[in-house]
């Protein structure tokens, strides 16, 4: 058996000394540089963690954090042979300057934030980490919730969660553990995912399904959105919609601000007074939300994935990913295949 370095010794192919049999080439990747690029950056034990993984698999890490313009971004990626991201942008003029990409990571569980298309048109397998950071911004949902019906804090009597009718809408690793943790609070749960029968949502034993998004509004007291931003969903909570809520509605979102349609909310909140908003991404429209006082609130930061924990499972899973995509080729958790 023989190795052979090639591609300045990036690449290294193994192959059988036998002529006949070198059909079983396989193509070994060693020290690839990669780069963590994180304007929002992990904990620090969770870097330390993603850096083991990276050098215990025989590769190089690199770190740009809390960048703040676009042009380090572009400088970094340059020679860098796989990118981890969370919410950042990897645009075409990202993919553009890194001519070495052969693997993208968003970890976390939207990728939103990554051209496909352009990661797909240059071979570039992009992923992300479904489920590593969900509990964390299961527990942000009933946080922002406590935090909302005892009227943030101002000192003046609220309510109590225990008995409402929680709505969740899109029932993937966010939603049941939203479900899971609000059943503890003993609410009453329902679910609507478009992907999933009604079967599916009620033999989970942790929701009970309705027939539509409508169906949920029209239900429950509180309905937290877990629906990714796609073409199908942007704008897609509109007037209409969160007007079914019934007197005193309470609208989550811990998911994206491209979902919410913010002029048809904006109108809506200011004809219906009972109703509040509590989001953990800040609408491009924070200036007017914010003259709904009391019935308002928005995170400064996106919050939900920012605990050690879910920053130690994203990073660490993405840093696997990768070690495991040069290593065997696996591209178990691709999403532009
Ligand atoms: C996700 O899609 O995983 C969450 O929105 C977390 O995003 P963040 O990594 O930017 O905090």
Redesign the pocket.
């Known amino acids: 058996m023989e190795i052979r370095d090639c591609r300045d010794g990036f690449e290294k192919r193994l192959h059988k000394e036998s002529l006949c049999n070198f059909v079983d080439q396989i193509k070994i990747y060693n020290k690839m540089k990669i780069l963590v690029a994180t304007e929002?950056p992990f904990a620090k034990v969770a870097v330390d963690g993603i850096r083991k993984v990276v050098e215990e698999n025989g590769h190089q890490l690199a770190l740009l954090e809390k960048y703040t313009d676009v042009n380090d971004f572009y400088k970094a990626v340059e020679d860098a042979d796989a990118l981890i991201v969370?919410?950042d942008k990897v645009t075409k003029e990202v993919i553009d300057h890194a001519k070495n990409l052969k693997i993208v990571v968003?970890?976390?569980?939207?990728?939103d934030n990554l051209d496909l298309e352009a990661c797909t048109a240059r071979g570039i397998v992009a992923m992300?980490t479904p489920g590593q950071?969900s509990n964390a911004?299961a527990e942000l949902v009933m946080g922002l919730l406590v935090f909302c019906v005892r009227n943030f804090y101002n000192g003046k009597s609220g309510s109590e969660l225990m008995g409402k009718k929680l709505g969740i809408l899109a029932f993937g690793n966010v939603g049941r553990n939203v479900a899971r943790i609000a059943k503890g609070f003993g609410m009453d749960v329902y679910a609507y995912d478009a992907f999933l029968t009604a079967d599916q949502i009620n033999q989970s034993g942790m929701a009970k399904a309705v027939a539509n998004q409508e169906a949920l509004f029209e239900t429950c007291d509180v309905v937290s959105l877990h629906i990714p931003a796609t073409a199908e969903t942007k704008q897609s909570i509109n007037y209409a919609l969160v007007n079914k809520m019934h007197k005193g509605g309470i609208l989550v979102n811990?998911?994206?601000k491209e979902v919410i349609n913010e002029p048809e909310l904006l109108k809506l909140m200011a004809e219906r007074t009972d109703l509040k908003y509590i989001t953990d991404i800040m609408p491009d429209a924070d200036a007017e939300f914010k003259a709904f006082e009391g019935r308002y609130f928005a995170t400064p930061k996106?919050?939900?994935?920012?605990t050690e924990e879910a920053n130690i499972n994203?990073g660490i899973a993405a840093a696997n990913q990768i070690s495991e995509y040069f290593k065997s080729g696996c591209t178990k958790f691709q999403v532009n295949k």
């Open positions: 929002k969370r919410s968003r970890a976390g569980a939207g990728y992300n950071n911004v811990t998911a994206r996106k919050m939900g994935a920012q994203a």
